[in-house]
Structure formats: C-alpha cells, structure tokens
C-alpha cells in the first residue's frame, strides 16, 4: 500500500472541535437548495459523509447526509409514534400482533421515502421494519446489512472495478445508504472501500500497521501522555487521506483521533 506522497486538503485544520467550520462549497449549495429555511445547522464527518443536524421547521430533530460532491444521500426525521398514517399504525396491527412502535423515524433516500420502525412486544425479540405511508412493505430497497453481488448497483460495481482492478471483494455490506466493499489489497491489507448508490466513491479505510509520522506521535505524546496506540486506520477521501487512531491508557476513556501526517486535525 502506497502511502507516502499522499495529498493534504483544507479538511485538515488546528481547531479540536467535533463540528465543521467549512464546507465543501457544492456541498453548502445542495444544503441550501434543500432546506432554505434552515440556519446555524451543525456538521460532522460521517465516514466520508457531510452529515447535517438540526431541528426542521416543526422543531423536530433531523439529520441529512451528502456526499462530497455535493449529492444529496439520504435524510432522518424523528416521528412521534402517535404521529405515524394510520395505514402505517394498521400494519403494525396486523402484521405484529402484540407488538407496539418504540421508535421511528421518516427516511427519505432519492430512491424512495418510507418509515422505519422500531417494533418490541414483551418477552419477545425486538423487530425493524420500513413501511411506506400507505401501509405497504418496503421492498426492492437494499436494507442494511450484507449482500450479494448480484443485488449490487450495476454503477457500483464498475466503480469498484476500476479503482480497484483485479482485487476480489470477500464481502459486500450496505450501511446508511452507503455500499462497503471488504476486500485485500495486493500485500494483504485489510480494506473497506464505500461508495454511494450512484456508484460514486466516498471513503476507503486501510488497516495500518506500520510506524506513524513523526509529527503525529509528537502530538500524541504531547497532548495525550501515556496513552498508547490501540489501533489505527489510513483513511483516504475525495477531500484529502488522514490516520483514524484510537489511543488508550488504563484507567482513562479512550481517545478517538482523526489526524493527517503534518500532525493538524481532520475536519
């Protein structure tokens, strides 16, 4: 795996906070188109992902995810279950006898827009289920979870084919709207590559083991002392490749560090 020579982005910056300062500008653009009416939302790094918080026009709390060219990829909004079509709360009725909604949210993907359920009934395992508004199952959307080559997006596996020619996936998983590929580079390192529906790429994570810059153990040793390395990843993005550590010292919390090779923070 080739790590030196790799690029650095303005997504490295000093400021330890856990939100974003900046955005990408396609991303701010495609937010702004979406929701208008929203100021002061908060912005975190999600695996690659712009994900958005913040409460819509009802107060309700939301959460929205784009990838880094700005497409928009999906977006959760809180629903009281009391609030939730009748022909929704129908279903539960009848297909989960006994069962009650403990939570549940309204997702919208460009795909589709349907309800996620959160079913539990006493003495009896929880259950998940999507049901659109009308009352009907949702099917022909790739749930989360692993699957099959043959249920990939025709664009998604082009674009994996030709990133990463030749290489075999051991595994195929969707997780929040994103596809992960787990798969060996040619030296035998341990790697998950993401890309949305569309087929375009948003993240890979490599299993690092070997020695990290001199800048970044400089800043460990001065800003977390006696902690110790307890694993770590080489992450590369359209925006730019940084390490994601998690440091440990007995007796202490964990300590989850995202950090580039000239030793500044990923934003």
Known sequence: MLLAGASFF??????????LKQLPPQVEQSFSQKFPDIKGARWENDHGMFKSEFRNAQGVETEVWFAPDGSWIRTETDVHPAALPEAVKQYVTTAHVGYYVDDAEYIETPQAAYFHLELEAKGKPDVEVNVFADGTLVEGILPDGVIGENSLPAAVLAAFVEKYPNLHVKEWEVERGLIKAEFLMPDGTETEAYFDMKGSWVRTEFDFKGSLPEAVMSYIVSNYP????????????PLGDYYELELEKNGRPDVYLNICEDATLWK
């Open 226 to 237: 006696d902690y110790k390395v307890d694993d770590a990843n080489y992450v590369q993005t």
């Open 10 to 19: 303005t997504a490295c910056s000093d400021d330890d906070d856990n939100y």
